[in-house]
């Protein structure tokens, strides 16, 4: 009898491992699916983001098609001051002509605070010109405090932009107007 007890002691061994290898497995597989399904809705969100942009920038072209130069100008302008109020400044800065900004402000920072000291808080504009020069437009606009209204620092400058292509383009602007209107204050 002892060796049956010593066979049943053993089956109940094998059994015992064979249920512990069974569970580690199952484990394993279901970790691996937990993972894999992790990754894929990472990369779900990823390409959902991407489309999202995607057709955000198709609405925009589509947009930007129909117009003509005057309202084209005058919406890459307006852009440009939306990103300024907004506190943007990576973006606008990158919407700068380079030679402009290699002379003017050759680092985000000094365009940062040239936005900061010169600028009204809450801005609003009115174009009230534009001229096309070749490849350029330039359009004259008035810079107001949305805020202040007239007793707050309100100037005029030229804004000089050049269209690449649609939704593509670079621009500048009459830097000094801003800095010799405040002095005049």
């Not at 309100?154 to 050049?162: G, L």
């Not at 292509?165 to 107007?177: A, I, Q």
Request: glycine content about 2%.
């Amino acid at each position: 009898m002892t060796k049956k007890n010593e066979k049943k002691k053993d089956l109940k061994k094998l059994i015992i491992f064979i249920v512990i290898l069974v569970i580690v497995i199952i484990l394993f597989i279901i970790l691996r699916v937990l993972f894999s399904k992790e990754k894929t809705q990472d990369m779900s969100v990823q390409e959902i983001s991407k489309e999202i942009t995607e057709k955000e920038n198709d609405a925009i072209l589509e947009k930007l098609y129909k117009m003509d130069e005057q309202q084209r100008m005058t919406y890459y302008c307006a852009q440009f001051f939306k990103l300024i109020d907004t506190k943007h400044y990576e973006e606008t800065y990158n919407l700068l002509y380079d030679e402009y900004k290699e002379k003017y402000f050759p680092t985000l920072s000094s365009f940062k605070k040239y936005v900061n000291d010169y600028f009204p808080e809450d801005v609003a504009i009115e174009c009230t010109n534009m001229e096309r020069l070749g490849d350029i437009y330039v359009l004259w606009v008035d810079v107001k405090d949305a805020i202040n209204g007239s007793i707050g620092h309100n100037f005029s400058m030229y804004v000089i932009i050049q269209e690449n292509d649609y939704n593509d383009y670079v621009l500048s602007f009459s830097r000094n107007s801003a800095v010799d209107s405040l002095e005049m204050e």
